[in-house]
């Protein structure tokens, strides 16, 4: 079997003289932040087996540990499982499902 592992390294130095700014501080930090979602959603649909990526995007949470717990119960329901890969087993039409909930 062909080892897959991969590694992905962000270093600085400051030998590139870029004036930097709040700015740019988060233009960079915006798009470094793209590029590792990016990645991070091809390292799961390339996963042995995987059929369905299934995003969960969890707004008005008190905190993040309570957006990340409202996800996670979101992920594990058996309701939500059964409307990703249909009541057979057989995956949906779709294979990536953005689910989107906000905490009132």
């Not at 590139?16 to 709040?22: E, G, P």
């Not at 008005?60 to 087993?89: C, H, N, Q, Y």
Request: with cysteine.
């Amino acid at each position: 079997m062909l080892d897959q592992r991969r590694a992905v390294v962000l270093l600085a130095n400051g030998v590139s003289n870029v004036t930097r700014s709040a700015t740019r501080d988060e233009e960079f930090a915006s798009a470094l932040g793209d590029v590792c979602a990016a990645l991070a959603r091809e390292i799961v649909e390339d996963g042995e087996g995987a059929t369905v990526l299934l995003e969960i995007h969890v707004s008005g949470a008190a905190t993040d540990d309570e957006a990340v717990a409202v996800a996670r119960r979101i992920a594990t329901s058996p309701l939500v499982k059964t409307a990703a890969f249909g009541p057979s087993g057989k995956v949906s039409p779709s294979p990536h499902i953005v689910l989107k909930f906000r905490i009132l």
